[in-house]
């Protein structure tokens, strides 16, 4: 394993409340925490690992005042550009302040403090990196913007939980092999060869398509799914996994017709707006790519399904052993419960919607005991991309809400 980049934020720093981005030598954004993604979304998603230039230029309408403070450091391999500066004034001057206003999508106009602390190469005397903090000083909407992040951080902790025990038990359960089967199963046609696995997760989608050779780029918004996904991705396989910590709903990075197939596994149904994303997945696949979608029916009930998933625990003798990820994998399951959300993509919606935008060869199959289908099928390759996202766009039911 390799050493973790110093730059990227302590898990402190991730639900801290304060705004915080951090930035390496080479001025490209390494990391950033939840509540930078909230203030931010949607212009932030996608910009990890761009430089921070392509951020602030996305940010210039929206800022009045110098959103990053001027810098008053070199940074590590820049040194030769900056001629007259020695070695002592960067080990003196590590920190930089500024003040700003930022008008947030969400939230409207927002006073900021800025302030960069460089983290200094104490050989060198140049910063490595720099890490930004913006203390919220007013928000225009400022009830829903501090219970936006409330809730989101809350929202990351639970998958934080969930992801201790989510290996230990789902991988077990019939349903849950059924459907990954069926996933993996999906991709198996000829010309197959990248898959974008959206939602994936701690990986169990993803390491199978691996073992079938496919070139997989793995993307999720929870830190911690992918820390498993990660650790458990066999080393033989890393060269062709691709692993994205982001937001499905914006995939603004990636053209048109880049994926030649695309896998949905129970994940539209925690998002915000899931008919954005799938928008936004219909739009990465290409002509004649196949995409592969789980997500609850109307009628998707948890209690049958976990009383169920218990009753084969005990059956199988490995309930007791098991007890307390069970209970963590119960107590998560009825906070993330699918029939409690506002923002619904039902699998029958998801079938017509991809049904309108001209998929080809579409089929449709329970899954977890009824309570959820897959749907699946080929895009076109006649070009009906524009009309079909009309169609999205102008649909009469709740999806519109979140496109
Ligand atoms: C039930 S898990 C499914 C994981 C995996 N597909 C599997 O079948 O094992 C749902 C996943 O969707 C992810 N997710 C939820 N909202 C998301 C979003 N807006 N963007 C990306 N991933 C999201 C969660 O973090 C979680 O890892």
Not at 181 to 209: K, Y
Not at 278 to 290: H, K, W
């Amino acid at each position: 394993m390799p050493d973790r980049n110093p730059l990227l934020l302590s898990r402190s720093s991730y639900y801290a409340p304060v705004p915080i981005l951090a930035m390496d030598a080479e001025q490209s954004t390494v990391d950033f925490n939840i509540a930078l993604r909230v203030l931010m979304d949607p212009d932030i998603e996608g910009a990890r690992f761009q430089t921070v230039d392509l951020l602030m230029a996305k940010l210039r309408d929206r800022t009045e005042g110098d959103i990053l403070p001027p810098l008053p450091w070199r940074l590590r391999g820049r040194a030769a550009d900056a001629p007259g500066k020695s070695e002592r004034d960067t080990k003196h001057s590590q920190i930089a302040t500024g003040r700003c206003r930022y008008r947030s999508e969400r939230f409207g106009w927002t006073d900021l403090r800025s302030t960069a602390v460089a983290f200094l190469d104490p050989a060198a005397g140049s910063a490595f990196g720099t890490t930004f903090y913006w203390e919220v000083l007013g928000v225009e909407r400022n009830k829903e913007y501090w219970e936006t992040l409330d809730w989101e951080r809350r929202r990351q902790l639970i998958w934080e939980s969930y992801a201790i025990s989510y290996d230990r038990v789902l991988p077990i359960l019939p349903f849950y092999q059924d459907v990954i089967a069926r996933h993996v199963e999906a991709m198996r046609v000829p010309n197959i060869e990248s898959v974008f696995d959206l939602g994936a997760g701690t990986g169990n989608v993803t390491v199978e398509l691996l073992k079938n050779g496919h070139l997989v780029t793995a993307l999720d918004l929870s830190r911690a799914m992918l820390e498993k996904l990660r650790h458990k991705t066999p080393e033989a396989y890393a060269d062709n996994l691709t692993v994205v910590e982001q937001n499905a709903e914006e995939l603004t990075q990636w053209d048109d017709n880049t994926f030649d197939g695309v896998s949905v596994l129970l994940a539209f149904y925690d998002m915000a707006r899931p008919g954005r994303a799938l928008s936004e997945a219909i739009r990465v696949l290409r002509p004649g790519g196949t995409i592969v979608i789980t997500e609850p029916k109307r009628r998707f009930r948890l209690e049958p399904l976990l009383d169920e998933a218990e009753r084969f625990l005990r059956e199988k003798g490995v309930y007791d052993k098991l007890k307390a990820d069970w209970d963590r994998v119960n107590v998560a399951n009825k906070e993330l419960d699918p029939a409690v959300r506002e923002e619904r993509l039902y699998a029958k919606e998801i079938e017509q919607y991809l049904r309108e935008a001209g998929f080809e060869n579409l089929r449709a199959k329970d899954s977890h005991l009824g309570n959820c289908a897959t749907v699946w099928g080929t895009k076109s390759c006649r070009n009906r991309k524009s009309w079909a996202i009309g169609r999205l766009q102008r649909t009469s039911t709740r999806a519109r809400d979140f496109l």
